[in-house]
């Protein structure tokens, strides 16, 4: 029977993932299956790049403004909801909106989508955690580790939860050059070089610093690598903090061997994987578990990652990828970029491991089919 779910995102970023964003690309990426069996409505923040609300793809999209903070855009969510019945909503990693949503969604069977560590009690009162858990009929999480850390603080809900990996597009996402990747290398004067590729935000517990550490030492024995490191500060822009003015000076120093790109469109971020040979996420923080590792493996890299959170739950040390354990040394990325420079058969037979394992478990459609199980109850 057909339902009538909401997925109510984040006050962040739009859907489509326009600005990028990993929970965006996740309600993007299993939209088409949802919408093939339900009446689906994305509550969405408003974008100068979007209309305020739209039809496509069968999705009814309703968009409204973040301004005034997440109180504010929980505020004007509820309200939209209010309006209408439904059956199901799903609200998007931000478990402090679900009062709200009961109240304007009654009779609704209601979900959490939990990317981050919400549920902690410094992020949300335990008096008001228990609550929020009371009226929800299930938590899906993106990785094991955030489903373990939640339930470590609230045990009596442990049935609950439910892991449900996310996924990746498999034909954007694939191994070997696309259309853009070898233009993409002349334009960075990069071509014949082996490519470390990096994906990611500037902060700090990103790790970007610790990698380009790693790298002044990689220089030393493989002056040829270069590292590619993709992203800014934040969606959308390349404006600078200290931080960023930091490791801009880091990536000075080491001249030829970085070319720091900035930010860039999640619609063309492929084109980079695709012209790479070795991905390193330098993760300092304990990662869900970074999207960027699906995309890496489905385009056929290798991975180097540090073994905080989430991550490893997709990389097997030797098979394909390298666990950096001792996460804050850059000596540790530096010996596991070097072990893959160094052997381009073990580059190979991760790669076409990781592939295989994309396609075997990290599209979208396994996504869609176990996010519908949970939600058709």
């Known amino acids: 029977m057909s339902m009538r779910i909401a997925l109510v995102c984040t006050e962040k970023l739009p859907v489509p993932p326009v600005r990028g964003g990993a929970i965006q690309t996740y309600i993007d990426g299993v939209l088409p299956f949802l919408a093939a069996r339900h009446a689906v409505t994305v509550v969405g923040r408003s974008d100068p790049a979007l209309p305020p609300e739209e039809e496509a793809g069968g999705v009814r999209f309703v968009r409204v403004a973040a301004e005034g903070g997440p109180d504010a855009y929980a505020e004007r969510a509820a309200a939209f909801l209010a309006a209408e019945r439904w059956d199901v909503v799903e609200v998007f990693n931000r478990p402090a909106f679900v009062e709200r949503i009961a109240r304007a969604a009654p009779g609704a069977r209601l979900f959490l989508s939990l990317h981050n560590a919400m549920l902690a009690p410094h992020r949300l009162h335990p008096g008001?955690?228990?609550?929020?858990?009371?009226?929800?009929?299930?938590?899906?999480?993106?990785?094991?580790?955030?489903?373990?850390?939640?339930?470590?603080?609230?045990?009596?809900?442990?049935d609950k939860f439910r892991t449900i990996y996310s996924g990746v597009d498999l034909e954007r996402f694939r191994p070997g050059p696309g259309p853009r990747s070898e233009a993409l290398r002349a334009a960075l004067g990069i071509l014949g070089r082996p490519v470390i590729l990096s994906v990611s935000r500037l902060s700090p517990k990103k790790g970007v610093h610790v990698l380009l550490e790693a790298m002044a030492q990689v220089a030393r024995t493989h002056p040829e690598a270069v590292l590619v490191q993709v992203g800014s500060r934040w969606y959308g822009r390349n404006d600078a903090d200290d931080y960023v003015e930091a490791v801009a000076e880091q990536a000075a120093e080491l001249g030829d061997a970085v070319r720091m790109v900035g930010y860039v469109p999640y619609a063309e971020v492929d084109a980079f994987f695709r012209m790479a040979d070795i991905f390193v996420c330098a993760s300092q923080w304990e990662e869900p578990l970074a999207r960027v590792h699906y995309e890496a493996m489905a385009c056929g890299l290798p991975i180097v990652t540090t073994d905080r959170g989430g991550n490893a739950e997709v990389v097997a040390e030797g098979r394909n990828g390298l666990l950096v354990r001792q996460h804050h040394r850059p000596e540790a990325f530096a010996a596991a970029i070097r072990t893959l420079l160094d052997d381009p058969q073990l580059r190979r037979q991760m790669g076409e491991e990781n592939r295989r394992v994309a396609e075997a478990r990290f599209g979208w459609a396994r996504v869609a089919a176990e996010l519908l199980a949970a939600l058709e109850g």
Not at 129 to 153: H, N, Q
């Open 128 to 158: 008001r955690a228990r609550r929020i858990l009371g009226l929800l009929e299930g938590v899906l999480t993106i990785s094991d580790f955030i489903r373990r850390t939640a339930v470590a603080y609230y045990p009596e809900f442990a």
